[in-house]
């Protein structure tokens, strides 16, 4: 993760400004404002770099513009009226139409000024990190992430990984993704496709029945303006999959995160709806630019792989409640599979864009003799709703104020695959868990012959 300064926001500007505008507020400016050193040695945390003459120089140029513009609208609409007066009491005009002209053109200049200094400001603020909690560890990269706890002991502590016991079966066809669509993408077969088939079906029931989440179909195809509202634009535009279309055409989903939350965009719920549970399981498409070279072997890093999410829209103070809810189910899912893994906290240079606070899970895989991310869970506060006007009515208040956001991996199927496979398979076959035979024919063995 590279560190990001303030005088680069605005060099190699994109051109997909004009979604910022009309939507919420990326961050919270007055709470910035308020404890302006605090927040900003936060953001520096998330190896966000801004200094406080630069915030501020910038914010003062957009309010002077904005300044300058409404000053030159109360000029013009001043002698608009006098114009008016002037015409009714027949009086001459040729003095009052020549300040006029001088006035549209001071508006015009004024207009273009502002125009330019929004944008940049929009730009600056649509990149500004959610801030990190203060619970989050402190540290630079994931070597100074935080093991908060181990469940299940590692069966084997070595092993074939799973392309090395799949390679005889035939099962796991990579040759033919990639005359078909390229590199990162796999073809699965027979019983290999069964068994993954089995674990999402295994993970929508387990979540319907045993969290009480709502199963949700979704489209894959979303606006820019919902890849906004969940901070996967701007900053991550490079990591997405365009698809041409009406309107500056479609994204395809990174994860149903996008679709799921964005059900709450620009809307004013009331405070007796809350908390809501949703889930859906969706391919999910990522480019993974920069991260190649890394996992490319088998199904780990895949452009195209399938997941079942999870995700909380919750009142403020039913936060904590619900982000350790979602922590809980994702440990249940998991201990279900017999599959052995760690809860670890992310760092503060290690969170996500839009996250606050991240407890990530980790399974064991045999194959690679080490734990390996196979769930992240994310508090994000009132960071994505405000840039998607996400609201409830506060009745003590009266006010609409902004909900909270949670979301979990529940889990990566392909990743739970390879888990399965290598924590209890064999070159043969593999064994299956009991909680997921009801969903393979109430089989305990799967043969790959």
Request: charged share 20%.
């Amino acid at each position: 993760m590279r560190y990001i300064t303030h005088q680069q926001l605005w060099h190699n500007k994109p051109t997909y400004i004009q979604y910022v505008h009309g939507y919420g507020s990326m961050i919270d400016i007055k709470l910035l404002k308020k404890n302006k050193s605090e927040f900003l040695a936060k953001l520096a945390l998330k190896r966000f770099i801004c200094s406080e003459s630069e915030f501020d120089a910038l914010e003062q140029e957009f309010h002077s513009a904005k300044v300058a513009l409404e000053e030159s609208f109360a000029r013009r609409n001043a002698l608009s009226a006098q114009f008016g007066k002037a015409m009714a009491q027949k009086s001459s005009t040729e003095q009052l139409s020549q300040e006029i002209e001088e006035c549209k053109k001071v508006v015009a200049n004024a207009q273009a000024r502002f125009d330019n200094v929004e944008e940049r400001w929009n730009h600056f603020c649509s990149l500004i990190p959610n801030c990190p909690d203060d619970t989050v560890p402190v540290g630079a990269s994931e070597t100074d992430n935080v093991v908060i706890k181990k469940v299940g002991e590692p069966a084997r502590l070595t092993g074939l990984d799973h392309t090395e016991l799949l390679a005889k079966s035939g099962l796991l066809m990579t040759d033919a993704a990639a005359a078909l669509s390229g590199a990162r993408f796999n073809v699965l077969k027979g019983p290999l496709a069964k068994l993954h088939r089995a674990l999402i079906q295994f993970m929508l029931a387990f979540n319907g029945e045993h969290g009480g989440y709502q199963e949700y179909y979704v489209p894959y195809l979303v606006r820019k303006s919902a890849m906004f509202g969940t901070g996967q634009l701007p900053k991550f535009h490079d990591d997405l999959f365009h698809v041409d279309g009406d309107n500056g055409g479609y994204y395809l989903i990174p994860t149903a995160e996008v679709p799921l939350t964005n059900l709450f965009a620009d809307q004013i719920r009331k405070a007796e709806e809350f908390p809501v549970r949703l889930m859906a399981h969706t391919p999910c498409f990522r480019a993974e630019a920069g991260s190649y070279g890394k996992d490319l072997k088998g199904i780990f890093r895949q452009h195209q792989f399938e997941k079942v999410e999870l995700v909380h829209c919750v009142l403020p103070d039913q936060a904590e409640q619900e982000f350790q809810s979602l922590v809980n189910q994702v440990t249940k899912l998991l201990t279900a599979l017999e599959l052995p893994h760690q809860q670890v906290a992310l760092c503060a240079g290690d969170l996500g864009f839009s996250s606050q606070r991240t407890i990530d899970f980790e399974v064991w895989m045999p194959g690679q003799q080490r734990y390996r991310e196979i769930s992240s869970c994310s508090y994000f506060g009132d960071f994505q709703a405000r840039r998607m006007k996400a609201r409830y009515k506060n009745m003590q208040t009266g006010q609409n104020e902004f909900i909270h956001t949670i979301n979990g991996s529940g889990i990566a199927v392909g990743r739970a695959l390879i888990a399965l496979i290598e924590n209890h398979g064999t070159e043969e076959g593999c064994a299956i868990p009991k909680a997921l035979q009801p969903f393979c024919n109430n089989q305990s063995w799967i043969s790959w012959a």
